[in-house]
C-alpha cells in the first residue's frame, strides 16, 4: 500500500476542540469554539489560539486581551457544535445553552463551570498569518474539577474525556483516551 500526495491542508489530528470564553468592556461574555489551539512554551506557559477577524470574539479578545481556555469533555459535544456554528452577534451563547459563568480569578472573562479544565490567559502577543490572527498568551491561573484528579494530583485523562475536532473529516471524536503508556518508559530509560 502506497501514499497518496494530499495538496497543504489543516489536517493535523486531533485537535482540541476548547470553547473559548472571552469578555470585554461594551460587549457581554461570549463563547467560540476554537480547534487551532496549541501549548507553544513552557515557562512561562504559553499557548495560542487562532481566530478569523470576521468572528464576534475577535473584536472581543482583542480588546480586552485576555480569554479562557475551557477544555471541553465528551459532555459538551452540544455547546462545542453550536458555539462554532453561532455568532455571539445574535445568541447570548451562555444563556442560550445554560450554561454557569463562573469568576475568573486573574481575569475579567469568565470560566464555563461545565467544562473540566479551564486556563485563564492574557495576550503577550498577537501575529496576523493570513485567514486568521494568532493570539499567543501567558496561562496566567489553571482551574481543573476536583473529581478529574488521580491520587497522586495529576490530571485522571479518562476521567476528563476530551472532546477533539478532527479537521480533515470535520468530525468530533472522544475516547481518545486510552492510555498507551507513560511518557519516558516506553523506549526505556535515556
Not at 166 to 189: D, L, N, V, W
Amino acid at each position: 500500500m502506497g501514499k497518496i500526495e494530499l495538496k497543504p491542508q489543516t489536517i493535523l489530528v486531533p485537535l482540541p476542540a476548547a470553547l473559548i470564553s472571552c469578555q470585554a468592556e461594551g460587549f457581554n461574555a461570549n463563547i467560540i469554539t476554537i480547534s487551532w489551539i496549541g501549548i507553544v512554551n513552557s515557562e512561562p506557559p504559553l499557548l495560542s489560539i487562532s481566530i478569523q477577524p470576521k468572528r464576534f470574539s475577535h473584536a472581543i479578545v482583542r480588546k480586552a486581551g485576555e480569554f479562557v481556555v475551557n477544555v471541553t469533555s465528551e459532555d459538551n459535544l452540544r455547546e462545542v457544535d453550536f458555539c462554532g456554528n453561532r455568532s455571539g452577534r445574535e445568541f447570548d451563547k451562555f444563556k442560550e445553552l445554560g450554561l454557569t459563568a463562573i469568576p475568573a480569578k486573574k481575569i475579567k472573562a469568565p470560566l464555563i463551570a461545565e467544562c473540566p479544565l479551564n486556563l485563564e490567559c492574557i495576550t503577550r502577543q498577537s501575529l496576523m498569518l493570513g485567514t486568521h490572527e494568532m493570539f499567543i498568551a501567558e496561562i496566567v491561573a489553571a482551574h481543573v474539577d476536583e473529581d478529574k484528579l488521580t491520587s497522586d494530583g495529576r490530571l485522571d485523562i479518562d476521567k476528563i474525556k476530551p472532546l477533539a475536532y478532527c479537521p480533515g473529516a470535520r468530525e468530533y471524536r472522544g475516547g481518545y483516551t486510552k492510555m498507551m503508556g507513560k511518557y519516558g518508559q516506553i523506549a526505556g530509560k535515556k
